[in-house]
């Protein structure tokens, strides 16, 4: 880009201009050209650890939200599953006590033969 030079040189565009130019150590050039003092980029730099903290909460609270999702999802599975072999063993046990009276009756009607 094409800047109109001022007496002020490197401190252009900037609300430092005088302190950039009186103590040029203190002034720090970012990308877009402004200069900056050691307090503003601390503030900068705050604000932007404010910001990721802020995003960071975020995603922990997602995440802990998405977790106990999965765990009441977890929760009904197991018990629909524990009912499925609850139901199950349920079933064996009458099959099981089916075959065990028809042998029963088998027997008592080989007896009865014999």
């Known amino acids: ?10 401190s ?5 201009g005088f302190s950039a130019v009186m ?4 002034a720090v050039k970012t990308l877009d050209g402004f200069l900056l003092s050691p307090r503003h980029h601390l503030e900068a ?14 995603e922990v609270e997602a995440l802990r939200i998405e977790r106990e999702q999965l765990l009441i999802k977890e929760g009904e599975e197991r018990a629909r599953f524990e009912a499925e072999i609850s139901a199950l063993g349920a ?12 042998a029963a009756a088998s027997a008592d009607a080989e007896r009865r033969q014999a």
């Open 91 to 102: 079933l064996v046990q009458s099959l099981t006590q089916e075959l065990q009276s028809a």
């Open 12 to 16: 252009e565009g900037t609300e430092f």
């Open 45 to 58: 730099d705050r604000r932007r650890r404010t910001e990721d903290l802020r995003q960071l909460r975020q």
């Open 1 to 10: 880009g094409t800047t109109t030079s001022t007496s002020e040189g490197d």
């Open 23 to 26: 103590q040029p150590r203190t």
